[in-house]
């Protein structure tokens, strides 16, 4: 004989639900869910709008509510295998990723990486400010004791470009096309900015110390480089033989410098993650960034080796920099729609 039950004690009984108006209070959310992940399937996310990607979440949460409701109270299996399909469909456009290669690298370049970057704006300001620092210091100390400037500049990318060089040879440098010298030094002076950017990067582990050396480095050799042409009556030549490839060139090495500020403040202050976890987590962020200045590199690469070494007039050169400048800047910062997919995650 079963004990008798407790006083008070209320007796569990299963919920009764009726199929025909569980199916009728919720077909209207299932429909609509539905169309929104077939214009997904067909398209995009982007193919929504701003209400339709608020309630997308909210009716991927109801219709997994009713499979819940419909599974407890053993509904009819047509309807349990429609809404288990349905939840299966939402899930992987939600939280899945685009199965085509082409569509992953166009949504990093139309919305991953400039995204990437403003979320680092002030890293990058900090990054722009030491380079720009650098660059003033050196001038200043190459102009006051010309013998800063070979502890500044490696020999390699000196090239005889130094403060004894008269303004004729100077001037020879950045307007003569001298194929060999002018193709060797682009390779020299490309393979060591691509280096700085990607130990700035790398390095940024160790609390973000030696990217900040890095970019007051390449200040400074962008100051002495300065300082030699400048007194030669050269300093407007220079600055277009520089822009042509260095607005791309440089607007990359500060973001890289920027992605290893992030990780190095991250493992400084984790605030209240651990070390590791915070290290993790800023370098997922700050990895886009550095993987788009690769991209930047390799364009700056192309400038410096072939429209450097053709263009030779000035405002030509300032017209392509100035242009890749602003380019950057537009793709970068213009204002993009949030993705109100990605916050309800």
Same mark, same amino acid.
């Given at each position: 004989m079963n004990a008798p039950m407790a006083a008070g004690a209320v007796e569990a009984r299963p919920v009764l639900v009726n199929a025909s108006r569980f199916r009728a209070a919720h077909q209207a959310e299932w429909e609509r869910l539905d169309h929104l992940l077939a214009r997904m399937e067909k398209g995009s996310i982007r193919s929504l709008d701003d209400d339709d990607l608020l309630a997308l979440p909210i009716l991927y949460r109801g219709a997994l509510s009713s499979l819940s409701v419909a599974r407890a109270c053993s509904l009819d299996r047509a309807l349990v295998a429609y809404l288990e399909k349905l939840c299966t469909r939402a899930y992987f456009q939600i939280y899945g990723v685009p199965n085509s290669p082409a569509r992953q690298v166009r949504d990093f370049l139309l919305r991953g990486w400039p995204v990437a970057v403003q979320a !680092?704006?002030?890293e990058t300001l900090v990054a722009l400010f030491l380079t720009v620092a650098g660059a003033v210091v050196a001038y200043l100390l190459v102009r006051s004791d010309p013998s800063w400037y070979f502890g500044m500049i490696p020999n390699g990318l000196a090239g005889g470009r130094d403060p004894s060089a008269s303004a004729e040879f100077l001037r020879s440098t950045i307007y003569d096309k001298q194929? $060999?010298?002018?193709?060797?030094f682009a390779v020299s002076l490309f393979t060591h900015n691509s280096q700085v950017a990607i130990f700035a990067f790398a390095l940024g582990f160790a609390f973000a110390v030696p990217t900040m050396l890095l970019m007051i480095y390449n200040g400074l050799m962008l100051g002495a480089m300065m300082a030699v042409f400048v007194p030669k009556g050269l300093g !407007?030549?220079?600055a277009g033989w520089l822009a042509i490839h260095g607005t791309t060139e440089l607007f990359a090495i500060i973001l890289a410098g920027a992605a290893g500020f992030r990780i190095g403040?991250?493992?400084a202050f984790p605030r209240r993650q651990g070390r590791i976890d915070a290290a993790?987590?800023?370098g997922?962020?700050? =990895?886009?960034?550095m993987g788009g200045a690769v991209i930047m590199l390799i364009l700056a690469g192309l400038l410096e080796g072939i429209g450097r070494q053709t263009i030779?007039? $000035? =405002?030509?050169?300032f017209s392509i920099g100035g242009a890749m400048l602003v380019g950057w800047l537009l793709y970068f910062y213009l204002p993009r729609k949030r993705d109100a997919l990605a916050v309800s995650r």
């Open positions: !680092l704006w002030r194929e $060999d010298m002018l193709a060797t !407007l030549g220079f403040t991250a493992i993790v987590t800023a997922r962020e700050a =990895a886009g960034v030779t007039s $000035d =405002a030509m050169r």
